[in-house]
Structure formats: structure tokens, C-alpha cells
């Protein structure tokens, strides 16, 4: 149901995306699938891989879907250099779509298995937890980094390209592809960061790599004047 969601939302967006309200309306519903999808198959792989392997599977897991949205980008990239951005946005789309009748195949066999019984509520006790606390306040933060580079990337190479003379029609596309190209070099991350949390613990190996991504993430907004490959 949340990758329907998601599908159609997409399809339905260079149809009816002609101002920020609308866009943001249509994008909203598509990240509503995207949980449902996202969270949801997290959960699988752990449940799979529950007794070893745990963190290299759920970064594989992860890796995939780094990729998938770093060549989505890209080919988007790709296709606006020969056409409207609409119709490779439909393009795109449409190829996404192809997920529906995947996941009903690789799912097929799997049977749903709970610790518990959940009324669907939600329970605001969790918070007298420390622990529970610090966890969520950390990945809410590894979120809040992860997709505001992931839609903020784009948007500053075009400006800085723009900054240094370049047509925005043609660096929209030169954004889109290097975009694609840098998210997609980051899904080596979660299987590196899955190797080393089962070596070293999730706590450290996540502490150690959520800082370093959290000090690029910081100061590349103030690398506008710098050169292009050093930027990249």
C-alpha cells in the first residue's frame, strides 16, 4: 500500500506540479510511502538477519536505496539534457512503479511476527526512557541531515554553478547529474558503516561516522567561491 502511495503520487506530480504548494502537497504523500516502504523493509531484514550479520545486512539493505535514489537523480540528469524535465520526471517515475509487482514477488513467503500486540496508538511513555530518548533524538538528527542534503544538494550546485556564470537551464542539469553522481558514491557508506559497527558497535562506529558527515554537511554551504572540483 505505501509503495501504491508512493508511485502514484510521483506519477501524478509533473501533471499537477505548477507552483510550491502543489509540489510540496504532492512530495508530502510521496514521503508518506516512503516510510511505510523504507521503515517496513528495515524491519524485514533485521527480523531476518536477527542472530548475525545484522548490521551488514540492514547496510546493504540501506546501500540499495542510497543507490536507487543516486542514479534516479542522475538519469533524471541524464534525460532533462534532451528533453522537458516533466517528461523525464514521468520517466522516471513510471520505471519506479516497477517496484509494486517486485515486492508482492520477494514477499510472498513472509509472515508478519510481533513481540507483542500494538493497538495502533501512540504511546508517549516511551519517552520516560534515557536511553529510548537519546536514540530517537540521534536519528532524528541523522534524518534531518540525511534528507536535507539529499534535497539541499541540487539546489546549491545550481546556485553556485549559476554563481559562476553558468545558464540555469544548464546547470539544473549539470546539478542534477553531479548530484546523482556524489549521493550515489554515499551508498558505499551504510555497508562500510554495517562492517564496522559488527567489528567495532553500533554506538561508536555510528558516533564516529555521524561526525564527519555532520562537519561536511555544516561547511560546504560556505564553499560557493571555491573551484567547482573542490566543491565536488
Do not use: C
Request: cysteine-free; proline content about 3%; overall charge positive.
Amino acid at each position: 500500500i505505501s509503495a501504491l502511495i508512493s508511485a502514484i503520487s510521483q506519477i501524478l506530480f509533473p501533471f499537477f506540479a505548477e507552483g510550491i504548494i502543489t509540489a510540496v502537497i504532492l512530495r508530502f504523500i510521496s514521503g508518506v510511502g516512503l516510510v511505510g516502504v523504507y521503515n517496513t523493509g528495515m524491519r524485514i531484514v533485521a527480523e531476518r538477519f536477527s542472530t548475525s550479520g545484522r548490521g551488514m545486512a540492514v547496510g546493504t539493505y540501506v546501500t540499495f536505496f542510497y543507490t536507487a535514489s543516486g542514479i534516479s537523480l542522475l538519469l533524471t540528469g541524464i534525460l532533462m539534457s534532451y528533453m522537458e524535465w516533466r517528461t523525464a520526471y514521468l520517466i522516471m517515475a513510471a520505471i519506479s512503479s516497477g517496484s509494486l509487482p517486485l515486492a508482492l514477488v520477494l514477499l510472498r513467503s513472509y509472515k508478519y511476527t510481533s513481540s507483542g500486540k500494538s493497538r495502533g496508538t501512540l504511546n508517549l511513555s516511551v519517552l520516560k526512557n534515557k536511553s529510548a530518548r537519546i536514540f530517537m533524538a540521534g536519528y532524528t538528527l541523522h534524518s534531518a541531515e540525511l534528507y536535507i542534503v539529499r534535497v539541499w544538494l541540487p539546489a546549491f550546485l545550481v546556485a553556485t554553478l549559476v554563481h559562476k556564470g553558468t545558464p540555469v537551464a544548464e546547470a539544473a542539469i549539470t546539478a542534477a547529474t553531479i548530484g546523482g553522481l556524489a549521493l550515489g558514491a554515499g551508498a558505499l557508506g551504510p555497508v562500510i558503516g554495517g562492517i564496522l559497527s559488527d567489528k567495532y558497535g553500533r554506538a561508536l562506529s555510528a558516533a564516529a561516522i555521524f561526525g564527519l558527515s555532520g562537519l561536511v554537511s555544516f561547511t560546504i554551504g560556505w564553499t560557493i567561491e571555491l573551484p567547482m572540483p573542490i566543491i565536488i
